[in-house]
C-alpha cells in the first residue's frame, strides 16, 4: 500500500472514530446536565421573597376559552401595593406577596418527567397565552410569574397537573423550556383569589359604634320618562346600649309611589326583632367583598349635589348599567336611587354611611375553590355603592348659658340661683340663705366691686360656653374628617357582594318585629312627613 493510501486510511479511520466516540458521549452528556439538576433549587438566583415586587397569574378557563389575568404589584413612587388587574385597586399584600414569593424561593426538583414538548398537553404545561388561547384548548398551565422593583424577571414558572400517584406534587415547567420537572409546590398563597389580597374590614366600622339605622325599602328601575319606584316600607332604629328600638315604621302603598305613607302605630306588644337586627349589624361589621369596578375617571356622588353627575353621560350609563339611578328633583337638586333599597347606617360619632344595593353583578366563586383556582362553588353577586357624610342631627347647638351685661342683670341671676338652690319648703327654716333685700355681704359691696364681679362673671360663663362650643366644633370636625376619609376610599368604586351578604343587609318587612302582628296593626292618620315623591323627570342614559 502506498504512502497516500496509507495516510487516507488512517485519517477515515480516525474520523470514523472521533464521530462514533462524540456520538456516543453527546447523549450521555445531555442526560447528566439535566438529570444533575435533581435536588436543586429550580429557581437558583431568586433567594430572597422580600425582593419580589410584583405578581402575575394567568389562569385559563377550558370550557369558556376565556383566559383571565391577575396582577399586583407595589408603586415604586408611593411604595403602596395594587391590584393592576382591578383598576388599581388598593391591595394589603405585603405579607401575601412575601409569602406567595417563598413558595418559589427554594423550589427543589425532584424528578424531570420528560424533555419532550409533545408531552406538555398530557401533564397540563403549556402556557397560557393570552393572545393565541381559544375554546377546545386543552392542557393549558397556569403562569406564575415574579418580578423585582425594576421589572426584571426574578421566577417564572408554568404550574400544571398533579402528580397522579402523589397528589402533593406538581408538574411544573420553566416557560419556553422544554424538560417538565416534578416538584412539591406549597400554593396556598399563589392565588388570584381577588379577596386574599386586599383589606377586610371594607366599611371600617364595629357593630358597638351603630347609633341609629335607616331601612328604605324599596325597587327601582328605568322608565321611559321617569324613575318607576316600588315602596314597600320605611324604618328608623336606634340603639341603647343592650336593645335596639323600632322609632317610627312607615308603610307604602305599593301600587302607587305617591301616596303618602302610613305611620304604623306600635302597641307594648310589638317588639323589635332584637336577633334580625344584631344579625344586620355584624353583617355591616363584618361586610366582606369579592370584587370591585371602576367608576369612570372623574365620577363625584355628592350627597347634597350631583348636578355635575347628571349632566356627565359616562356617568349616567355606568350607574345605570349597576343599578343606580340619579333623580331630578324639583328643588334642581339630584338624588340617587337603587335598584334594591338603601341603608342609612349613623355611628355614634356622627358619621353615617349610605349603602344602595343595585343590580345582579353576574357569579363567582365563593369560599371553597382550591388553590388552583378551581371552582367549587359559584354564588350570585350585586352591586354595591356606599358613599358617607355627617348627620349634622349627633351635633345639636348647645344651649349657652346667659351672660349678665349689667349689675341689676347680675343680681337678678345670683338671686335666681339662691332660690333654685334652696330645697321647696325650707325657705323659711333655711338661715344659712339670706332672702336678696336681707343683710348680707353682697348687699355691702361697693358700685365698683359690684362691676368687678360682674366682670368676672362674665368672664367664666364666656369661657365656659366657648368650651362647649369648641367640644362640638371639635366632634364635627373630627366626623368630617373621618366621613372625607372614607369618601376618598370609596369614590372610585362600585363593590361586589355575594348574595347572602346582601341577603343579611335586607330586611323584609315581616322580620322587623319579633309579633307577626306588626304588618295588621291600625295606623294613626297619615303624617304630614313626606315621602312621597313626585312626577320628576328621569335623566336619561
Do not use: C
Not at 342683670?409 to 319648703?425: D, H, I, N, Q
Amino acid at each position: 500500500m502506498s504512502e497516500g493510501k496509507k495516510t487516507a486510511s488512517f485519517w477515515g479511520v480516525a474520523i470514523v472514530a472521533v464521530t462514533v466516540a462524540a456520538v456516543a458521549a453527546w447523549p450521555r452528556n445531555v442526560v447528566e446536565s439535566q438529570t444533575s439538576r435533581v435536588g436543586q433549587p429550580l429557581f437558583e438566583e431568586f433567594t430572597d421573597p422580600l425582593i419580589a415586587a410584583s405578581l402575575e397569574i394567568i389562569t385559563f378557563d377550558e370550557d369558556q376559552g376565556r383566559p383571565s389575568k391577575f396582577e399586583v404589584g407595589k408603586q415604586n413612587a408611593s411604595e403602596l401595593w395594587t391590584i393592576k388587574s382591578r383598576g388599581g385597586y388598593p391591595a394589603d399584600a405585603f405579607d401575601q406577596m412575601q409569602q406567595a414569593a417563598t413558595a418559589l424561593v427554594g423550589l427543589k426538583i425532584l424528578d424531570v418527567q420528560t424533555r419532550n414538548a409533545e408531552d406538555h398537553d398530557d401533564l397540563g404545561v403549556i402556557e397560557p397565552n393570552l393572545d393565541k388561547l381559544q375554546t377546545g384548548d386543552i392542557g393549558i398551565g397556569r403562569l406564575v410569574s415574579f418580578r423585582d422593583a425594576s421589572n426584571n424577571r426574578l421566577a417564572s414558572l408554568v404550574v400544571g397537573d398533579r402528580v397522579k400517584d402523589d397528589p402533593s406534587k406538581r408538574y411544573v415547567r420553566i416557560p419556553g423550556q422544554d424538560p417538565v420537572y416534578v416538584v412539591t409546590l406549597d400554593e396556598s398563597h399563589l392565588t388570584s383569589d381577588f379577596r386574599s389580597w386586599i383589606e377586610d374590614d371594607l366599611l371600617r366600622l364595629s357593630s358597638i359604634e351603630i347609633g341609629t339605622i335607616k331601612i328604605e325599602d324599596y325597587l327601582s328601575s328605568p322608565g321611559q320618562t321617569r324613575m318607576v319606584r316600588t315602596r314597600n316600607y320605611s324604618a328608623d332604629i336606634s340603639k341603647t346600649i343592650t336593645d335596639w328600638n323600632l322609632d317610627r315604621l312607615l308603610d307604602y302603598d305599593a301600587n302607587d309611589e305617591f301616596i303618602e305613607p302610613t305611620l304604623v302605630q306600635l302597641t307594648e306588644n310589638d317588639k323589635p326583632n332584637q336577633q334580625r337586627l344584631n344579625a344586620l349589624a355584624n353583617a355591616l361589621d363584618d361586610l366582606k367583598i369579592v370584587d370591585v369596578v371602576r367608576k369612570p375617571e372623574g365620577m363625584q356622588i355628592n350627597q347634597k349635589n350631583n348636578q355635575d353627575l347628571a349632566a356627565d353621560k359616562n356617568a349616567l350609563a355606568s350607574l345605570g348599567q349597576r343599578g343606580f339611578y340619579p333623580q331630578l328633583n324639583t328643588d334642581g337638586s339630584v338624588a340617587i336611587y337603587s335598584a334594591n333599597g338603601e341603608l342609612h347606617v349613623t355611628l355614634e360619632d356622627g358619621v353615617k354611611y349610605v349603602i344602595r344595593f343595585g343590580n345582579i353583578a353576574g357569579i363567582s366563586p365563593t369560599e371553597g375553590g382550591d388553590a388552583d383556582g378551581d371552582i367549587t362553588e359559584t354564588g350570585v353577586n350585586r352591586y354595591l355603592l356606599v358613599t358617607t357624610e355627617v348627620d349634622e342631627s349627633r351635633f345639636p347647638v348647645p344651649t349657652m348659658r346667659p351672660i349678665p351685661n349689667t349689675i341689676e342683670e347680675l343680681k337678678k341671676k345670683l338671686a335666681s340661683e339662691t332660690k333654685a338652690s334652696t330645697p321647696v319648703g325650707d325657705e323659711k327654716n333655711d338661715t344659712s340663705v339670706q332672702p336678696a333685700e336681707s343683710s348680707t355681704d353682697e348687699d355691702e359691696l361697693t358700685e365698683e366691686e359690684w362691676q368687678e364681679r360682674l366682670e368676672a362673671e362674665q368672664e367664666i360663663i364666656t369661657k365656659e360656653n366657648r368650651r362647649i362650643m369648641d367640644e362640638r366644633k371639635d366632634q364635627l370636625n373630627e366626623a368630617t374628617q373621618r366621613a372625607n376619609q372614607l369618601n376618598q376610599r370609596f369614590a372610585d368604586w362600585y363593590y361586589v357582594i355575594p348574595e347572602q351578604t346582601y341577603t343579611m343587609l335586607r330586611i323584609k318587612r315581616d322580620q322587623i318585629l319579633e309579633s307577626s302582628s306588626g304588618s295588621a296593626l291600625p295606623p294613626l292618620i297619615n303624617p304630614n312627613s313626606g315621602g312621597g315623591l313626585p312626577p320628576l323627570q328621569l335623566p336619561q342614559f
